[in-house]
């Protein structure tokens, strides 16, 4: 009976994970890594311009894998985290890809008046 009362206290690992932004963002960044990795490794499966030809003739490719591995990686997991961001607003509505509110109109704009006096490039 006295197990029944007492309540579990949440792991911070459910509590991380337990909030939907978090999720979202573990999530989309899981995705920019693997993206990242995916270039990474066809980059070097390609050798374009002897790339791998390069690192591997460092004294020390890792840390040239490393440095290119980390830059993809912020870049490719920020953009996606971002891309995840700033749709969250936007709602689907017709099942079809999302888009934006905002339409272009057309609008009329009054011409300037045309300046009085000598311009610049005739003094």
Partial sequence: MMNDMQEEAPSPRSLVFGAP????LAINLAAGVSLAVLLVGGLLLLNPGRLR???LADHA???ALG???FGFIVTLGSSTMGT????MGQQQTDGGPRRGRGRLVAQRVAAMAPT????????
């Fill in 67 to 69: 440095l290119l591995l």
């Fill in 84 to 87: 995840a961001i700033m749709a």
């Fill in 21 to 24: 932004l978090l999720r979202l």
């Fill in 53 to 55: 030809d390069l690192i």
């Fill in 116 to 123: 009085q006096g000598r311009a610049a490039s005739d003094a």
């Fill in 61 to 63: 490719p890792g840390v």
